[in-house]
């Protein structure tokens, strides 16, 4: 017997069903939610990516705006749309696609979001509001693993919890959302010696790496629940994560939780940014 499904697109379409009627009540009472993409740049993984945000706000009922500018746009020109942005009031969250071109400074235009609005919850006041345990925007893909993680109804509370990974966007803000669940945190990187032995001491793994096959079978604690936050591609091309998916939910055993690649945290990033759009538009409300 193998480990069961997180479902990512199931448990997507159930918390997106809870946005629309939230996004609807709003709407009804003349304050419809409304989030605006920038793109700046033809890298083509980003142009999906903002296509699928764009797409999500639609079936959602939310309103979107889409701008898309050249690689060259100079930075001084996205910070003053940033700040039309912020004081349209029919624009209640904002998400700048990241990576932008190099002459940019990604903080800088993190910081000129209106911290009410920064719906990918990446300002250093966002990140504060979580370190904290204050209410706040929190960055949609950590929250999204954890909606997951709940999901399962395996508790949290006490469990060893592993995160691999330490960035800014996914690692360390996912470590402190666990942390605030009461699980005891450990969080790996690339200088960590031995991360199998860490792994495997783990009853939630959180694999946020972007490297096939970080975690193996020999890894995994039998019963323990895996999410997989990679995005990698296997050498004929088909998207897959950090897990070595089909022979580490075999070694999980029945009691065990998995979440695939495709499938997965994707489709609950997008969720999770629809409903801290939504909370943003409540806010104001
Ligand atoms: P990132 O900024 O590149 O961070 C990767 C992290 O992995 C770093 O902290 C790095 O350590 C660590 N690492 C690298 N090699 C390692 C190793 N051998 N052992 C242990 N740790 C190692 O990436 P990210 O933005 O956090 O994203 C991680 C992955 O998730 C990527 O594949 C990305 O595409 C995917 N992702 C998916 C979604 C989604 O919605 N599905 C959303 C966001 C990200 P150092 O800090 O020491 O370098």
Known sequence: M???????????????????ARAAA???????????????????????????????????????????YDTALPEAALLER????????????????????????PHRVIEAIDPLKDVDGFSVRSAGELMSGLPGLRPATPWGCMKMIE???????????????RSNTVGKPMALLLLQASATVTVCHSATPELKRHVQMAD??????????????????????????????DEAGKLCGDVD???VREALGPQGWISPVPGGVGPMTITMLLANTVQAAEACA
Do not use: W
């Open 2 to 20: 193998t480990a069961q499904l997180i479902d990512g697109k199931a448990l997507s379409q159930k918390i997106r069903a809870e946005v629309a």
């Open 26 to 68: 709003l709407a009804a009472r003349g304050r419809r939610p409304g989030l605006a993409v920038i793109l700046v740049g033809d890298d083509p993984a980003s142009a999906v990516y903002v296509r699928n945000k764009v797409r999500a706000c639609a079936e959602s009922g939310l309103h979107s705006v889409m701008e898309k």
């Open 82 to 105: 940033l700040a039309a942005l912020n004081a349209d009031p029919a624009i209640h969250g904002i998400l700048v696609q990241m990576p932008v071109p190099r002459h940019i400074d």
């Open 151 to 165: 999901s399962t109804g395996v508790p949290v509370r006490g469990r060893h919890a592993v995160v691999i990974g």
């Open 204 to 233: 939630i793994v959180v694999a946020a790496v972007g490297r096939r096959h970080t975690v193996t079978a020999d890894m995994v604690k039998r019963g323990a629940t895996v999410i997989d936050v990679g995005t990698n591609h």
């Open 245 to 247: 998916f089909a022979a």
